[in-house]
């Protein structure tokens, strides 16, 4: 099992900051709160126990940000955010367990972590190919199948982008 500081971030420190930020659309800042994974960012089945499960085994990773009323605060960054979706498409599309769908990607070193990295490429895609890309690596071995895994990984990504309107979103012009 991960130690705790490899499992999350500790990165929003000020709190006037972290209020600023999250004054501003996800799309703009790059980072979620749980209730915007929860509430739709991620378009498969997701809860607090899913998150966690998949934060405990090594998949995705939090950042925490101090609240101005005290405690702290999770937050998923973007690229986690799309980590996990492609995890919970691959379950869905499998029926696999998912630490298994973990596994296929760790079999990968780096594969899924290049692949949301890359997500900006999508940006203007409409199809949403995730079912038609699973079928194309149809089989048993599916999981094992590093050519079939990445392009359902950049097929889920792809439709990720395409119903968020990720990179349509407006940023403000003081931080352009």
Excluded at 15 to 33: E, I, K
Aim: aromatic content about 6%.
């Amino acid at each position: 099992m991960l130690a705790q500081s490899m499992r999350s971030d500790f990165t929003f420190k000020e709190p006037g900051a972290l209020n600023a930020l999250l004054g501003y659309d996800w799309r703009v800042r790059g980072v979620l709160t749980d209730k915007e994974v929860l509430d739709g960012a991620i378009d498969q089945p997701v809860s607090t126990a899913v998150l966690r499960h998949l934060q405990r085994l090594g998949v995705i990773r939090a950042a925490h940000g101090v609240r101005a009323q005290g405690g702290r605060m999770r937050l998923w960054p973007l690229a986690e955010v799309l980590k996990a979706q492609v995890i919970l498409d691959l379950r869905a599309v499998t029926g696999a367990r998912l630490a298994a769908c973990v596994d296929a990607f760790a079999a990968q070193t780096g594969m899924l972590d290049d692949i949301v990295k890359d997500w900006e490429r999508h940006t203007g895609c409409q199809a949403d190919r995730r079912r038609e890309t699973a079928l194309c690596g149809q089989g048993a071995d599916f999981l094992s199948q590093p050519e079939a895994l990445s392009r359902f990984a950049a097929a889920s990504v792809c439709a990720f982008v395409a119903r968020n309107g990720l990179g349509r979103a407006e940023t403000p012009a003081f931080l352009l």
